[in-house]
């Protein structure tokens, strides 16, 4: 299946709040993902078909030179093939690109799928938030890419 990537704008605010629902315990709302579209530190780009239509999308906080991954986020009828690694790899370049010192995110211990798909893209295990989440309560895993050593 065919999709690009690029960055979101509000006429994707709707299917981004959709999703946010679909996926998350405490989803943002539409007002919040729209104001986000006007930060300037925050990076939100959308995985989108043929027909125009978000297929998945991925925010990302930029504090000087370093970047956090806050969601990624694809619908379960477009995972597994490959949106999710393409919202990655967009990020770690974009944060290659503009010389970043690291690109670092929390993922659920449980989460092994996405885990993985992290390690393949070579962001190591750095420590682990207790009961960062709720509902349910989980540990988060704190993996993050280094660019500068």
């Known amino acids: 299946m065919n999709f690009s990537i690029k960055k979101a704008t509000y006429k994707y605010s709707n299917e981004i709040a959709n999703l946010e629902k679909m996926c998350f315990s405490h989803p943002r709302s539409k007002k919040t993902i729209e104001d986000e579209l006007e930060n300037e530190n925050i990076i939100m780009i959308v995985?989108?078909?043929?027909?125009?239509?978000?297929?998945?999308?991925?925010?990302?906080?930029?504090?000087?030179?370093?970047?956090y991954i806050n969601d990624i986020a694809v619908f379960p009828e477009f995972r597994h093939i490959g949106i999710g690694r393409r919202i990655v790899k967009s990020f770690v370049n974009y944060c290659h690109d503009n010389n970043y010192s690291f690109l670092s995110l929390e993922v659920r211990e449980s989460n092994s799928p996405a885990i993985s798909l992290y390690k393949s893209e070579g962001f190591e295990l750095i420590g682990q938030r207790k009961n960062f989440y709720s509902d349910p309560k989980e540990n988060a895993n704190i993996m993050t890419k280094y660019f500068k050593r």
């Not at 995985?47 to 970047?67: P, R």
């Open 47 to 67: 995985a989108i078909n043929n027909d125009d239509n978000v297929m998945g999308y991925g925010s990302m906080n930029i504090v000087l030179d370093e970047a």
